[in-house]
């Protein structure tokens, strides 16, 4: 194969794997989540072996391995035996335009890539381009 010899060893590789699924604050860092940046930071300092690894070269590594370092999303539930009761009678109270626009904002969100979504998109971003006047070279009115 062509590109240059790699620099760690698959043992090497299982380590960074372990250590970026392990949370930081398990392994002293103050921090709840990795980055790249952090990451590469600690591997280069951690006891009993160096690591030197690129953050793009890590970001490669992870990607293999099927590891990505986006937010997931959270709630919490509420301990609240009424809850469902209470979000009833808020829903009722919500005009009629509102809830339209409710039910549409989590169609729109659970079909993100839905051909209709990013067309609606699209012509929104060319509306919002003519209004600026950034369309045919023309200078935005000031």
């Not at 760690?8 to 699924?21: G, K």
């Not at 591997?43 to 030197?52: E, S, T």
């Not at 989590?106 to 993100?112: E, V």
Request: hydrophobic share 30%.
């Amino acid at each position: 194969m062509g590109g240059p010899p790699r620099r760690l060893s698959p043992d090497e590789e299982d380590f960074v794997i372990r250590t970026a699924t392990t949370r930081p604050s398990k392994l002293g860092r103050p921090f709840t989540r990795w980055s790249l940046r952090t990451l590469a930071a600690y591997l280069r300092k951690v006891h009993g072996r160096v690591i030197r690894i690129g953050r793009e070269a890590l970001r490669c590594l992870l990607r293999r391995r099927g590891i990505t370092f986006q937010r997931t999303k959270t709630w919490k539930e509420s301990p609240d035996p009424d809850r469902d009761a209470k979000l009833d009678r808020i829903h009722r109270s919500l005009p009629a335009q509102t809830q339209a626009l409710h039910r549409y904002l989590c169609w729109r969100n659970t079909n993100a890539r839905h051909p209709d979504v990013l067309a609606a998109q699209r012509k929104e971003r060319a509306r919002t381009r003519g209004e600026k006047g950034h369309s045919l070279g023309r200078t935005p009115p000031q």
